[in-house]
């Protein structure tokens, strides 16, 4: 019985790696936060998921900054990450702390609405959508 119930444990555990690593989440998303554009672009590499996130800096270069301690759930359909946050040029937005934590959740084939969870229930959704 008892081996019974840890391969079924150790089924979960690789069914959830499994929803994780062919997740919908990546890809190339775009979308508009505070009125400028942003990129938010996530890989698997080597079954980790990495990521940056891009914001439009008006006439100069878009300002980039590295995804940290994504999280999946919602078998794969959701990520929730962390970004600097980022003063001057590349101020995301206006929240307390050093670090932003963001969910990127996919709602459609090439859809996807982000949060900033920091904000909570004033959270504005900002949609996103895939760019091949």
Same mark, same amino acid.
């Given at each position: 019985?008892? /081996?019974?119930? +840890?391969? @079924? #444990?150790?089924?979960?555990?690789?069914? =959830?790696?499994?929803?994780?690593?062919?997740?919908?989440? #990546?890809?190339?998303?775009?979308?508009?936060? +505070?009125?400028?554009? $942003?990129? $938010? =672009? $996530? !890989?698997?590499? *080597?079954?980790?998921? %990495?990521?940056? #996130?891009?914001?439009?800096?008006?006439?100069?270069?878009? *300002?980039?900054?590295?995804?940290?301690? &994504?999280? /999946?759930?919602?078998?794969?359909?959701?990520?929730? #990450? !962390?970004? &600097?946050? *980022?003063?001057?040029?590349?101020?995301?937005?206006?929240? %307390?702390?050093?670090?932003?934590? /963001? %969910?990127? *959740? =996919?709602?459609?084939? !090439? %859809?996807?609405?982000?949060?900033?969870? !920091?904000?909570? @229930?004033? @959270?504005?959704? $900002? +949609?996103? =959508?895939?760019?091949?």
């Amino acid at each position: 019985m008892r /081996f019974h119930k +840890n391969l @079924a #444990f150790v089924g979960m555990v690789l069914l =959830v790696a499994t929803a994780a690593y062919a997740s919908p989440v #990546f890809g190339r998303w775009t979308g508009e936060l +505070n009125g400028r554009a $942003i990129t $938010i =672009v $996530i !890989d698997n590499v *080597q079954h980790r998921a %990495e990521g940056k #996130f891009m914001v439009a800096a008006g006439s100069a270069a878009a *300002q980039e900054v590295q995804i940290t301690n &994504p999280r /999946f759930s919602n078998s794969g359909r959701t990520v929730t #990450f !962390d970004v &600097p946050n *980022q003063g001057g040029l590349a101020k995301l937005v206006s929240a %307390e702390g050093k670090v932003l934590t /963001f %969910e990127l *959740q =996919v709602t459609g084939t !090439d %859809e996807a609405e982000l949060r900033v969870l !920091d904000k909570g @229930a004033n @959270a504005p959704v $900002i +949609n996103l =959508v895939r760019r091949k």
